[in-house]
């Protein structure tokens, strides 16, 4: 809060009756320093004035020009701040021919992220929200797959593999394992349940790849991915594994226990 000339003329007036500067921050409810300067200020000859010095008005940075460069990175690109930045400081000269915008300008990702919510351009654009909570209409129509860890038990790292349906929201698949799973593995574990699915959602992950594909399409099985920007699309496999991960600290082994017993009771395996 600033301070009236007035009360800034009594930090002198206080000083020269043995006031400490101490008390007169708490009397007046601020800070040393801003005792201080206002006492320095008194002691020069002339420039005993408390009033606030004429301010230079500063330049705004976001002019109509580079608002524009900020909306042309966004549409053409489809950049966040970070990269708009970047190129607004300093874009490559082949992208420069086909984007005409500002450079030199250095501008905080804040100003960037207010000026592209002024033109409704920031967050997730509508053609990426795809995902639907009811997506499957049947039970194996759809299943979700994920991975998860590593966590740390005794010294050692354990992964996971979750797979649930989509319609019912029952587990398929809760294996645990002391190593990163492969392809190989990950089709195996699927084989084990006895049937399959028409469709099976998971990210894009490094098991996910060539090998994945050519099991899917062998098995007559549509290979969906979820959208890189978007984590909702797997929104059900993901709010499984927080049920999963406080039991890994008790024990992992009984985390597999745990689920397969469970899985026995859906009459899943």
Wanted: hydrophobic share 35%.
């Amino acid at each position: 809060m600033r301070l009236p000339p007035i009360i800034r003329g009594a930090f002198r007036k206080l000083a020269k009756a043995k006031q400490t500067v101490t008390s007169i921050a708490k009397t007046f409810k601020t800070t040393r320093q801003t005792v201080y300067r206002w006492l320095k200020r008194g002691k020069h000859r002339g420039k005993e004035t408390f009033k606030d010095k004429p301010r230079q008005p500063k330049e705004c940075k976001v002019t109509l020009e580079v608002e524009l460069s900020i909306l042309k990175l966004r549409t053409t690109f489809n950049w966040g701040t970070a990269r708009i930045q970047q190129g607004l400081f300093c874009l490559p000269p082949f992208m420069l021919e086909s984007v005409q915008c500002v450079q030199g300008v250095n501008l905080s990702r804040e100003t960037i992220n207010r000026v592209l919510a002024r033109n409704n351009q920031n967050g997730y654009q509508t053609e990426y929200k795809r995902w639907k909570f009811f997506r499957a209409n049947a039970p194996d129509e759809l299943w979700q797959i994920d991975f998860k860890g590593p966590f740390s038990l005794g010294g050692k790292k354990w992964w996971f593999l979750v797979c649930i349906d989509d319609y019912s929201r029952f587990l398929i698949a809760a294996e645990q394992f002391d190593h990163e799973l492969t392809t190989a593995e990950t089709v195996a574990i699927l084989e084990k349940v006895g049937r399959l699915p028409k469709a099976i959602l998971s990210d894009h992950g490094s098991q996910f790849k060539e090998q994945w594909k050519d099991w899917c399409s062998a098995h007559r099985i549509a290979a969906q991915f979820a959208h890189s920007s978007y984590p909702k699309d797997k929104g059900k496999v993901e709010r499984c594994h927080p049920k999963l991960q406080p039991r890994v600290h008790q024990s992992a082994s009984e985390v597999s226990r745990l689920a397969w017993a469970y899985l026995r009771l859906q009459k899943l395996v």
